[in-house]
């Protein structure tokens, strides 16, 4: 069972150049999420989509995009990567998006813009 | 902006002595979730209270709620040296959307 899968586990990037980052789980959850960790920050909340076909902004939308493509998949698109983009970024999923649902994550994309 | 803040920052325990760590949040919530993670992974559930709930338990981890203060503990009693992580209290307000606070790293040496 492998549960959140996050790919890729590494990047760099240039400044200006794109990249989505894939997620998808295995769960049949209906919301994933997508956040940042930044040192001394904790997580932030990017974007969500609490079901299939609907998606959210979170706390730090700007410079992403997002795209629920199935129930399975949720991917999140820098569209010109700056700098301040450099993070860990996390994907999860619940199997609602009624209270009370523990998240499950992925292990993270490591992304670093140069 | 963060939900909540976690206090202390970082821990230094002996394995075998208990672990305490704090959690205040700033608005209303329903629940408030405590996560762990372990260098490189991602966060891993490890309990959930909900607001109308003052103390939960599950096996080595004790939970509070204070919703007068907004603040809760995590008590890990006989810590581990496998219990080295960071710990990350969630605040979900509206739906399940969780806002974390900023984690508490916990070392326990042998």
């Known amino acids: 069972n492998a549960g959140v899968t996050q790919t890729p586990k590494f990047q760099v990037l240039k400044t200006g150049q794109s990249m989505t980052l894939q997620c998808a789980q295995d769960m049949n959850h209906n919301s994933m999420y997508w956040y940042r960790q930044d040192p001394g920050m904790g997580l932030r909340l990017i974007y969500y989509s609490a079901s299939e076909g609907t998606t959210d902004k979170g706390e730090v939308p700007n410079g992403y995009n997002v795209s629920r493509l199935n129930k399975r998949e949720f991917s999140l698109r820098l569209e010109s990567a700056a700098p301040s983009q450099t993070s860990v970024y996390f994907c999860?999923?619940?199997?609602?998006?009624?209270?009370?649902?523990?998240?499950?994550f992925g292990d993270g994309t490591r992304l670093s813009i140069l | 902006s963060q939900q909540g803040e976690e206090d202390p920052q970082a821990l230094s325990i002996q394995e075998g002595e208990n672990a305490t760590m704090n959690c205040s949040y700033k608005?209303?919530?329903?629940?408030l979730q405590w996560y762990r993670q372990n260098s490189g992974r991602g966060l891993v559930h490890l309990i959930l209270?909900?607001?109308?709930?003052r103390e939960k338990h599950s096996g080595r981890l004790r939970v509070t709620l204070d919703t007068s203060k907004k603040s809760s503990s995590l008590l890990i009693t006989a810590s581990r040296a496998a219990d080295t992580a960071s710990y990350f209290c969630?605040?979900?307000?509206?739906?399940?959307?969780?806002?974390f606070g900023t984690g508490t790293q916990l070392k326990v040496e042998l």
């Open positions: 969630g605040g979900a307000g509206g739906g399940n959307k969780l806002t």
């Open positions: 608005t209303s919530i329903n629940n």
């Open positions: 999860a999923s619940s199997e609602s998006w009624v209270a009370y649902q523990p998240q499950h």
């Open positions: 209270i909900r607001s109308n709930e």
